[in-house]
């Protein structure tokens, strides 16, 4: 099987290979492309991750390319994982908010939809390509964020697209480790969208043990997640690490104002880890990329490239899939992230308990943003900025809808064809 990848020059890269070479049982890879125009970068990460596969015993060739055609021609599987303007247009989307006094934050809020502006138009037109270079058969594995909106652009425009975050994976294996219990064996109730979920069940063998982590663990999770323990053990759910944007918003943006922006901390790891990778002597994955981010993200993107390609019994991931009805109150067409049956013919969502008006209303108000950012990442205009803006619930007024939309677009001009019009 080929495997591509864009934005194959990312520091994350050698994470996806380690996992693959650590499932080369399962996984039956026998070549990986790294799609990149950044030769630099992609060169460097090529020649590492095929050292990774060769102290693993793993018989997979990695090759570099800067020619999306020539990549993804006969690939089963591609993946996505790019960022358009790199960590510099990161940096803004971290800081420009705080403006307005809203929290700055590159998936979410004023600095998620500038991502998404930059984001969408550039992976339609790569997903096209890719359409018609390797067919319709082939799965897009979407890991670019903003993944809930980036994922319902391509499904929108017809494509074989699944979206994959590593924030569930990650909380499994912490559950898994409290509990005592085989990764494998925990499965989780995951309710809600991308960077906006709850874990309302922690299933073992059938049995919820999601109250017995939440009186014996409470603590731990809550520093983990970064929220109150009183909260959770009211709620009865674990909520994501993102859910803090929402739930302490004022306290985040005054912490971002006293701390280094993430992307300067980001910049300086990447270039330690390129160091890294050009040494020859260097065969097993650093240590130093645990401070990339992304914990687990080679677990979750192999898993669920083996789930949707070997034609195999389905598996059970969570993924950004069409909602067709598993919430009642969003249109059928939302793309949602919640635990899924996984195969050849794509994610089904299990169905779940009706979700708590406590969750169910933050997840309604954004998924109508996202329906307002995709809307003005396909049409552009100014207006449609600030539209999408007034609608998400950590920006909701006019005032600073309007001074975030005119400043997002200033800041992102080079990169919005419509902007320079």
């Avoid at 939440?214 to 970064?226: D, F, I, K, P, R």
Wanted: charged content about 25%; proline content about 4%.
């Amino acid at each position: 099987m080929k495997l591509a990848v864009v934005g194959g020059g990312s520091t994350y890269t050698p994470e996806l290979i380690d996992g693959i070479a650590g499932r080369r049982a399962s996984l039956d890879v026998d070549e990986i492309v790294l799609i990149d125009p950044d030769a630099y970068r992609v060169e460097a990460v090529g020649d590492f991750s095929q050292r990774l596969l060769n102290h693993a015993g793993h018989s997979a060739r990695v090759r570099t390319t800067a020619n999306l055609e020539e990549g993804v021609d006969g690939a089963s599987a591609v993946l996505i994982q790019l960022r358009v303007g790199g960590q510099k247009a990161r940096a803004s989307d971290e800081t420009f908010p705080h403006l307005c006094g809203c929290v700055g934050q590159e998936t979410t809020g004023a600095g998620g939809l500038a991502k998404a502006l930059r984001t969408v138009p550039v992976v339609l037109d790569i997903a096209e390509r890719v359409r018609k270079v390797a067919g319709d058969d082939t799965w897009i594995v979407n890991f670019t964020n903003p993944v809930g909106i980036v994922t319902r652009a391509l499904l929108q425009e017809g494509h074989r697209a699944v979206g994959l975050c590593n924030v569930a994976i990650n909380l499994q294996r912490k559950f898994a480790k409290l509990l005592g219990a085989s990764t494998g064996d925990v499965k989780l109730v995951h309710t809600g969208l991308n960077h906006l979920s709850w874990e309302r069940g922690v299933l073992v063998d059938g049995v919820d043990r999601l109250p017995e982590l939440l009186a014996q663990h409470a603590e731990y999770l809550g520093e983990e997640v970064s929220v109150p323990v009183e909260w959770m053990q009211r709620m009865q759910a674990v909520p994501s690490y993102y859910l803090k944007y929402y739930y302490s918003h004022d306290a985040q943006v005054a912490k971002q104002q006293t701390e280094r922006p993430r992307a300067e901390v980001v910049s300086d790891v990447e270039e330690e880890l390129l160091k890294i990778y050009l040494d020859p002597e260097q065969v097993t994955k650093p240590e130093s990329l645990e401070k990339r981010g992304g914990a687990y993200y080679s677990e979750a993107a192999v898993q669920l490239v083996h789930a949707l390609t070997s034609g195999g019994a389905a598996e059970e991931h969570v993924v950004n899939v069409r909602n067709n009805g598993t919430f009642d109150f969003l249109p059928d067409d939302a793309v949602i992230e919640v635990s899924s049956t996984v195969d050849s013919a794509g994610a089904t969502p299990i169905p779940q308990s009706p979700v708590d008006p406590r969750f169910a209303g933050l997840i309604a108000g954004v998924t109508a943003y996202e329906y307002l950012a995709l809307d003005a990442a396909i049409k552009g205009g100014r207006d449609r900025v600030a539209d999408a803006l007034l609608a998400h619930p950590l920006v909701g007024q006019y005032a600073k809808a309007d001074q975030l939309a005119d400043e997002l677009v200033a800041r992102n001009r080079d990169f919005l064809p419509w902007a320079r019009a």
